[in-house]
């Protein structure tokens, strides 16, 4: 059975014991009760009577702080190895009592945190990536003392369905594979002198600035863009088997550093894995498809 996207506490989902301040409040209050009763004194024995009803009070105010809170996961954003994978996880109450100081484990900002009703909470789940691959979502806790200090309530391990996509470490930028000397190395820029002018079109944001026909501003009311046909000698493979290693790690480094710089310089460039062939593209999408391959490709021991 797989494990939930989210989790309610219910009852049985919240542990308490008394925290060293609760087991000090409890010695004095014994100590308390036995000097008041070797000395008969009625005033002292209200005062201890007292102080065990606030004991109890804060039982179950504690306990209730974590009763009905709902946990939930986010799908994580894909990271490099190396870096630190971030879980989101929603908190939030169905009712309309507010849960006090409360603090998520391996939170990425351990500090405390109130959920509001009809305002949940959001946290990251911190984990350390050393090696690409799927890394799942820790086992986490919610725990809390409020509202005295005297108990620490805190959930069972709570087990979330949600994993992250950890890509190689891109490697030292070396030349692109299948170019001529007189292309660019690193993260130079490739000069656009080789394609072949198609036509304009009208602006849009995010296009380059560097395509815009200013001439034609002046006879319009829109700004036009240059439109241009990628020639094929501005197309690259980046195949597994041609890739400098040593190692399978080191190739997916090297083939993680290409895709990035290729995708920076606009180039148009496919990937071979073995039996798995992408053809010759560009943009975000098709950068992460190909760095999402090569995460996935099957590790070695």
Same mark, same amino acid.
């Given at each position: 059975m797989?494990?939930?996207v989210?989790?309610?506490?219910? %009852?049985?989902?919240?542990?308490?014991?008394?925290?060293?301040?609760?087991?000090?409040f409890g010695?004095?209050?014994?100590?308390?009760?036995?000097?008041?009763?070797?000395?008969?004194?009625?005033?002292?024995h209200?005062?201890?009577f007292?102080?065990?009803?606030?004991?109890i !009070?804060?039982?179950?105010?504690?306990?209730?702080?974590?009763?009905?809170?709902?946990?939930?996961?986010?799908?994580?954003?894909?990271?490099?190895?190396?870096?630190?994978?971030r879980?989101?996880?929603?908190?939030?109450?169905?009712?309309?009592i507010?849960?006090?100081?409360?603090?998520?484990?391996?939170?990425?900002?351990?500090?405390?945190?109130?959920?509001?009703?009809?305002?949940p909470?959001?946290?990251?789940?911190? +984990?350390?990536?050393?090696?690409?691959g799927?890394?799942?979502i820790?086992?986490v806790?919610?725990?809390?003392?409020?509202?005295?200090?005297?108990?620490?309530?805190w959930?069972?391990?709570?087990?979330l369905?949600g994993?992250?996509i950890?890509?190689?470490?891109?490697?030292?930028?070396?030349?692109?594979p299948?170019?001529q000397?007189? %292309?660019?190395?690193?993260?130079?820029v +490739?000069?656009?002198?080789?394609?072949d002018?198609?036509?304009?079109?009208?602006y849009?944001?995010?296009?380059?600035?560097?395509?815009?026909?200013?001439?034609?501003?002046?006879?319009?009311?829109?700004?036009?863009?240059?439109?241009?046909?990628?020639?094929?000698?501005?197309?690259?493979?980046f195949?597994?088997?041609?890739?400098?290693?040593?190692?399978?790690e080191?190739?997916?480094?090297?083939?993680?550093?290409w895709?990035?710089?290729?995708?920076?310089?606009?180039?148009?460039?496919?990937?071979?894995?073995?039996? !798995?062939v992408?053809?010759p593209?560009t943009?975000?999408?098709?950068?992460?498809?190909?760095?999402?391959?090569?995460?996935?490709?099957?590790?070695?021991?």
């Amino acid at each position: 059975m797989a494990d939930p996207v989210s989790i309610m506490f219910h %009852r049985r989902y919240v542990y308490m014991l008394p925290t060293g301040s609760g087991f000090l409040f409890g010695f004095s209050t014994l100590a308390m009760l036995l000097v008041a009763t070797n000395y008969s004194n009625g005033l002292a024995h209200g005062f201890c009577f007292l102080l065990a009803g606030v004991v109890i !009070v804060s039982m179950l105010y504690t306990q209730r702080n974590l009763q009905g809170l709902t946990v939930s996961a986010v799908p994580a954003a894909a990271v490099f190895a190396g870096q630190h994978a971030r879980f989101p996880v929603i908190i939030s109450t169905f009712d309309q009592i507010p849960r006090l100081s409360l603090w998520l484990e391996k939170d990425a900002h351990p500090v405390a945190f109130s959920v509001q009703p009809g305002e949940p909470v959001r946290r990251n789940v911190s +984990v350390m990536t050393t090696r690409r691959g799927r890394v799942s979502i820790p086992v986490v806790r919610v725990a809390s003392t409020y509202p005295l200090g005297l108990f620490l309530a805190w959930s069972r391990r709570i087990e979330l369905a949600g994993d992250c996509i950890v890509f190689p470490e891109p490697s030292a930028p070396l030349p692109f594979p299948n170019f001529q000397a007189d %292309r660019p190395v690193g993260n130079a820029v +490739v000069r656009s002198d080789g394609d072949d002018f198609q036509g304009f079109r009208e602006y849009r944001v995010g296009d380059s600035y560097r395509h815009i026909h200013w001439k034609s501003l002046p006879r319009g009311n829109s700004l036009q863009l240059k439109t241009f046909a990628a020639s094929h000698d501005r197309e690259c493979w980046f195949d597994l088997m041609h890739t400098p290693g040593p190692g399978l790690e080191r190739q997916l480094s090297q083939l993680c550093r290409w895709i990035i710089d290729a995708e920076v310089q606009q180039l148009h460039y496919g990937l071979r894995l073995g039996s !798995v062939v992408l053809a010759p593209n560009t943009g975000q999408s098709h950068k992460l498809h190909c760095l999402k391959l090569l995460a996935l490709y099957p590790l070695t021991d």
